[in-house]
């Protein structure tokens, strides 16, 4: 990738998994990557996995859904590095609870971090980019909130639809300051709930972990789940000098599961 040489980039929830692999990603480009992360210790060890692999990496600790806290990381970032260049809003949770079963407490949980939380540390790394001269912004969504029907919570879809609309937004908004808004909208990929679903498979059929991914592959046309370096290879390119033309996209990453 072009330009992400010397860049400065901050990676949200890059403790572990996706983020993990998209702070390593753009570290070997180049780049010095703000390792931020509610988990200090997690947040130290993709450091630490950064640093083994020759890149150059920070960990910054806050609260995806305490604005103060958002606004407090964002600060400390600028005060270590003097600048923001890239802004990779991966951090969010997952929902827990099936349509009929969703308690205000639940709602409020997973849209106060994936809605609230992603827009707050848009804006609050948004107004130092206008002052800076531009920059790159790249929030992850998902196939979700295109309206995936696999989707089993209702508000982490309608948390990641609003990921959506509020790149297309933010996107016109920023354009006028030299600022690219972008989104990621990956599919089943092989961290986290996903994962999950592979070990239950695997222990309820007595089967391997990539046999019971290979079963659970069958329905993407690729038959191909995302690694987590698919997703990070995608935040590499939004985040580069090769995207520079590209802002306001909401950019599907699922081998082929979506078409919009």
Request: charged letters at 20%.
């Amino acid at each position: 990738m072009t330009g992400l040489e010397g860049k400065v980039a901050l990676v949200t929830g890059a403790g572990a998994g996706i983020g993990r692999a998209i702070a390593l990603r753009l570290a070997a480009e180049g780049s010095r990557v703000a390792v931020a992360d509610v988990d200090g210790t997690q947040a130290a060890e993709s450091v630490a996995h950064v640093g083994a692999s020759g890149g150059k990496a920070e960990p910054f600790v806050f609260d995806l859904s305490s604005t103060d806290s958002i606004q407090d990381m964002v600060s400390a970032v600028i005060n270590r590095f003097e600048r923001i260049d890239v802004l990779v809003n991966n951090a969010g949770i997952n929902g827990a609870l099936p349509l009929l079963d969703v308690t205000p407490e639940e709602w409020d949980r997973v849209m106060g971090v994936n809605a609230r939380g992603t827009f707050f540390c848009l804006q609050a790394v948004a107004r130092h980019m206008k002052e800076s001269g531009g920059g790159r912004i790249v929030s992850l969504a998902s196939i979700a909130g295109k309206g995936f029907r696999r989707t089993s919570s209702l508000p982490y879809a309608t948390s990641k639809a609003a990921v959506i609309a509020m790149t297309r937004f933010a996107a016109l908004h920023l354009a006028p300051y030299n600022i690219n808004v972008n989104a990621i909208c990956p599919g089943p990929t092989r961290s986290d709930v996903f994962a999950g679903h592979a070990r239950k498979y695997a222990g309820d059929h007595s089967v391997g972990l990539e046999e019971a991914y290979r079963v659970l592959d069958e329905f993407i046309p690729l038959q191909r789940s995302n690694e987590p370096s698919d997703i990070a290879a995608m935040a590499a390119f939004l985040a580069s000098d090769d995207s520079r033309n590209i802002t306001g996209q909401s950019l599907n990453v699922d081998g082929g599961l979506t078409w919009d």
